[in-house]
Nanobody
């Protein structure tokens, strides 16, 4: 069984920062790629950032220079550091995990496992 537990969301004023965490829990499996996605009502889900386990990261152009993705591989935890937040960054943020090798980029949402989501609200 696989679980993804997101934390760290909340409300912040524009220009502020938040750090999201996603803990991957499994007694059997480990991840090949993890990512963060976001969605607002009425819009399609958008890839934000991805990270190959112990490897490279990829960040969407819309957040490049403001968001950073990192991991604590020993704890199977993925982080998303969000700085200089804008109201348009508001939405539900979802953590995703893939157990097998895939094209680990934000444009690819073919992840096998998804968290329940966590709300980020940025006020102007």
């Amino acid at each position: 069984q696989v679980q993804l537990q997101e934390s760290g969301g909340g409300s912040v004023q524009a220009g502020g920062s938040l750090r999201l965490s996603c803990e991957f829990k499994s007694d059997t499996y480990s991840t090949a790629c993890m990512g963060w996605f976001r969605q607002v009502p009425g819009k399609e889900r958008e890839g934000v950032a991805t990270r190959v386990r112990d490897g490279s990261t990829s960040v969407a152009n819309s957040v490049k220079g403001r968001f950073t993705v990192s991991e604590h591989s020993a704890q199977d935890t993925l982080y998303l550091q969000m700085n200089s937040l804008k109201p348009e960054d508001s939405g539900m943020y979802y953590c995703a995990a893939a157990l097998s090798t895939m094209k680990c980029i934000p444009e690819n949402d073919a992840f096998e496992h998804w968290g329940r989501g966590i709300l980020v609200n940025v006020s102007s």
